[in-house]
């Protein structure tokens, strides 16, 4: 068999000298611009479900590059799972979209954010509402038991161009059922609303025009928003996050963090050009 030379394909630098260098033990290419990994997790490393880290390479100078990163597994994973973007000329997705089984990155085992079931007051429906690689955060928290002890439904609203980026949500949604842990609970409790918004699928439309045409009400046959009962977590562009806030903020929610838990909490899911 003939070997294939990737022309695009730049090998990262190891960084086995490291000592928050973490070695990759899963990759699955989603699209060509998406894709999800693990890697084993620092036997110190606590974190809350819906944080994220720094991670990366080093670069050609034997330097670490690294990027914030959502842990898309749950807390009580043994390994840690993140879903990446693939930006052509990015410094560092243009060289960790090429990591294989047994290669190293480095990983700074400081959890921090805001996606956190405790920045929230209790109530009684949760919302995830995102757009891309912003589902990360919440792969994390519908995988994790406290969700689903805090509140008595939960709504994963995920949105993108087309269907085939939707489809790491839709495989880890399908495959919540069969899990020993919260199978039951999430079947009982969770409600799934993917939606595309440039090519044909069963649900279409952007999250913030379903949220006030009402249509997304409608669909999963449940009452409008109310800041008496609905919690909220926001994870998109940063125009999305700006236009869902006030989608929010018109149903009588407010912004609040984990030093002040209110109804809803925003993180970016990255950082756009020019911003
Ligand atoms: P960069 O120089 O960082 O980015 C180049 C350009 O690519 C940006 O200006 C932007 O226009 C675009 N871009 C960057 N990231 C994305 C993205 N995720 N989706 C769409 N366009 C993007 N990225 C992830 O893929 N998964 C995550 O879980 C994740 N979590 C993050 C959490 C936080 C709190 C923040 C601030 C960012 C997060 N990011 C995440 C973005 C990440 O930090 C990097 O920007 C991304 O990995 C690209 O790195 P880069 O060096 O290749 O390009
Ligand atoms: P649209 O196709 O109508 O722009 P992107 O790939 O550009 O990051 O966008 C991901 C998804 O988020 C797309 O479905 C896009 O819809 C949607 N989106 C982008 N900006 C906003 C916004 N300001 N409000 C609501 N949805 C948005």
Redesign the pocket.
């Known amino acids: 068999m003939t070997e294939q030379t990737n022309v695009n394909q730049i090998p990262s630098t190891p960084v086995k000298t490291l000592p928050d260098a973490q070695t990759v033990t899963a990759v699955h290419h989603w699209t060509d611009r998406l894709f999800s990994f693990r890697v084993t997790r620092p036997r110190t490393l606590r974190f809350r479900s819906g944080e994220?880290v720094m991670i990366g390479l080093l670069d050609d100078k034997g330097k670490p590059?690294l990027?914030?990163?959502?842990i898309?597994s749950p807390a009580w994973d043994e390994e840690l799972e993140?879903?990446?973007?693939k930006?052509p000329?990015?410094?560092?997705?243009?060289r960790?979209q090429h990591i294989q089984v047994g290669d190293e990155i480095i990983l700074r085992p400081k959890p921090v954010?805001t996606l956190v079931l405790d920045a929230l007051l209790p109530g009684h429906r949760l919302w995830f509402l995102a757009t891309?690689?912003?589902i990360?955060?919440f792969a994390s928290l519908m995988r994790d038991p406290d969700t689903y002890e805090r509140y008595d439904e939960v709504v994963m609203m995920h949105t993108c161009r087309t269907v085939e980026e939707l489809e790491y949500g839709r495989e880890l949604v399908a495959a919540l059922k069969d899990d020993p842990l919260i199978g039951e609970m999430a079947a009982e409790k969770l409600r799934y609303y993917p939606t595309t918004t440039r090519e044909d699928s069963p649900h279409m439309g952007r999250i913030t025009d379903n949220l006030t045409s009402g249509k997304v009400f409608a669909d999963l046959g449940i009452p409008p928003m109310d800041a008496g009962h609905d919690r909220a977590m926001v994870c998109g562009?940063l125009a999305f996050n700006v236009d869902v806030k006030a989608v929010l903020e018109g149903f009588g929610l407010r912004e609040g963090a984990n030093s002040e838990p209110l109804e809803y909490v925003v993180?970016?899911?990255?950082?756009?050009?020019?911003?």
């Not at 993140?82 to 973007?85: G, M, Q």
């Not at 000329?89 to 243009?94: A, F, I, M, V, W």
């Open positions: 994220f590059l990027r914030a990163y959502s898309a993140f879903y990446s973007i930006v000329d990015g410094p560092l997705t243009s960790l954010g891309g690689t912003g990360a955060p562009s993180e970016k899911a990255f950082v756009g050009d020019g911003i």
